[in-house]
Every structure is written in structure tokens, then in C-alpha cells.
């Protein structure tokens, strides 16, 4: 059971930000017009934006739950994994479960690159995370 609370304690910023993420892609978007910015739709760069946030959410917590930098590969993996996953049930909640929300493969695909850019920013941020392994 501390096992179980202290892996949900890590990971709490992913998953208040998970639910925020449900919470925004389920409510009725209330007549929003969606502009363009750099000929991008501006609620792809949302996704982009809050899918980059859950990676580097999920990898923080999993890191500060393992603290080993060997580790790294597969938490990138899993954080990806995990947050792509979450954003394709998302889009099929909107498609099947609302009838003021619509799926579509470019918000899929928006996710996508959010998640990877999620990745990108973890790495600039914690680097190669050897500074882990001086607890050995």
C-alpha cells in the first residue's frame, strides 16, 4: 500500500493534469471559433501544448519514483506511450460519448507531436539525468 501511494504521490501532477485535460476536451466548446496562427488551427496548438505538459509531467514523476538515470528509455517510452493512448481515448470519449464535441485524426495527430515535443522539453530541462546515480 506505501508503494502504491508513493508511486500516485509522484505521479499527481500527470494526473491532475490528465483530468484537466478530460475535463477542457469534454465541455461543450460553447460556439468557439477556432482562429489560425502560422496556418495551424490554434486548438491543435492547445493540444500540442497540454499533451507536451502530460509527457513531461508523467516522465518527472516516473523518474522521481525509479531515481535511476538507466531507467530513462523506458520512461520515455512509457510517458509517450501512456499520454498517446490517453488523447486517442479522448478523441473516441468525444466522438462516442458527446454529442457537442467531434473526433478528428488531426487532433490525434496534434497529441502526437505534443507528446514528442513533451520528450524534447524533459531532455532540455533534466539532460541525460546522471545526477541520479550519485545515490548508488
Not at 500500500?1 to 505521479?11: D, G, T, W
Not at 460553447?30 to 505538459?53: P, R, Y
Request: with cysteine; charged share 15%.
Amino acid at each position: 500500500m506505501k508503494i502504491l501511494f508513493s508511486f500516485f504521490k509522484y505521479l499527481l501532477p500527470a494526473l491532475m493534469w490528465a483530468i484537466f485535460i478530460l475535463i477542457l476536451a469534454t465541455l461543450n466548446n460553447g460556439g468557439f471559433v477556432s482562429q489560425t496562427f502560422l496556418g495551424i488551427e490554434t486548438d491543435k496548438w492547445g493540444h500540442l501544448f497540454m499533451f507536451s505538459i502530460l509527457v513531461f509531467f508523467i516522465m518527472q514523476g516516473l523518474i522521481k519514483y525509479w531515481r535511476f538515470s538507466f531507467f530513462l528509455k523506458k520512461i520515455q517510452l512509457y510517458a509517450f506511450v501512456i499520454a498517446f493512448l490517453y488523447g486517442v481515448i479522448i478523441e473516441l470519449i468525444q466522438h462516442f460519448l458527446t454529442s457537442y464535441r467531434t473526433a478528428e485524426i488531426w487532433d490525434i495527430v496534434a497529441n502526437f507531436v505534443g507528446c514528442l515535443i513533451g520528450l524534447l522539453l524533459f531532455k532540455s530541462v533534466y539532460g541525460n539525468l546522471k545526477f541520479l546515480d550519485k545515490d548508488i
